[in-house]
């Protein structure tokens, strides 16, 4: 089994300043790690994700992610925000098994609510 | 244009009675999900189906139910023996094995409320 904790519930920052949203996992196999974003009232799409590889991964609007094993984090990162990023944020793994597999379902975290001040 | 459609976007229901949610795909994808979201719980699972005529039960199945007789379609059965049903539903999907991509598609969601 597998789990996500993220460790910020919110995070307000101003427009133009740097932010870090925080991801730890715990899991007894190997994990594909996600990130998702929401914003208000609509469904999630995928930022960004580690499969495999470069252990720091870039996805759309300027975030990207370290994976580091030691530490069983993938913090999400975006050096300078803009008001338009104002959403909730969610970390989620995918454990896999040898031979590629996986278990079919992704365990989400308790998602990070970004506000972004002009 | 290719997506999932949900439906409808809000509901209202009284307490006793059952409701149906429905989600449907355009994108020829094998497997899809229900998951249910509160404030600051994330997203849990309730069900979800690899392949037509088959389905599993998630993390907090119990007082819901589903079918998929149609690979476009997985409709979610909210029951009158779900304790607490008001939430934020959402629908996804991905193209199997989840593995190769890990990449579920969203619907945008439907809110249900209990009166």
């Known amino acids: 089994a597998q789990s996500v904790t993220q460790l910020d519930s919110q995070v307000p920052v101003f427009e133009e300043a740097p932010v870090e949203l925080r991801c730890n996992y715990s899991?007894?196999?190997?994990?594909?790690l996600f990130w998702y974003v929401q914003y208000p009232n609509q469904g999630l799409q995928l930022l960004l994700k580690?499969?495999?590889?470069?252990?720091l991964v870039k996805g759309i609007n300027g975030f990207e992610a370290e994976f580091n094993k030691s530490q069983t984090s993938f913090h999400l990162r975006k050096p300078s925000v803009h008001i338009s990023d104002t959403a909730e944020y969610f970390c989620?793994?995918?454990?896999?098994?040898?031979?590629?597999?996986?278990?079919?379902?992704?365990?989400f975290g308790q998602g990070t609510i970004l506000t972004v001040h002009p | 244009d290719g997506g999932i459609t949900q439906s409808p976007k809000y509901l209202f229901r009284k307490e006793g009675q059952n409701v149906t949610l429905s989600c449907e795909q355009n994108?020829?994808?094998?497997?899809m999900y229900w998951y249910r979201q509160d404030p600051g719980q994330g997203l849990r699972l309730i069900y979800y189906?690899?392949?037509?005529?088959?389905?599993q039960k998630g993390d907090i199945a119990e007082g819901y139910s589903v079918s998929r007789e149609k690979k476009e379609s997985f409709p979610l059965t909210v029951t009158s023996a779900q304790k607490n049903p008001t939430a934020f539903y959402l629908c996804?999907?991905?193209?199997?094995?989840?593995?190769?991509?890990?990449?579920?598609?969203f619907g945008e969601g439907s809110r249900l409320t209990v009166l």
């Open positions: 996804a999907s991905g193209s199997g094995p989840i593995a190769l991509t890990g990449e579920l598609f």
């Open positions: 899991s007894s196999v190997s994990v594909y």
């Open positions: 580690y499969l495999s590889g470069s252990t």
């Open positions: 989620a793994v995918l454990g896999r098994v040898a031979g590629g597999t996986s278990y079919g379902k992704l365990t």
């Open positions: 994108l020829n994808h094998d497997a």
């Open positions: 189906s690899q392949i037509v005529n088959d389905f």
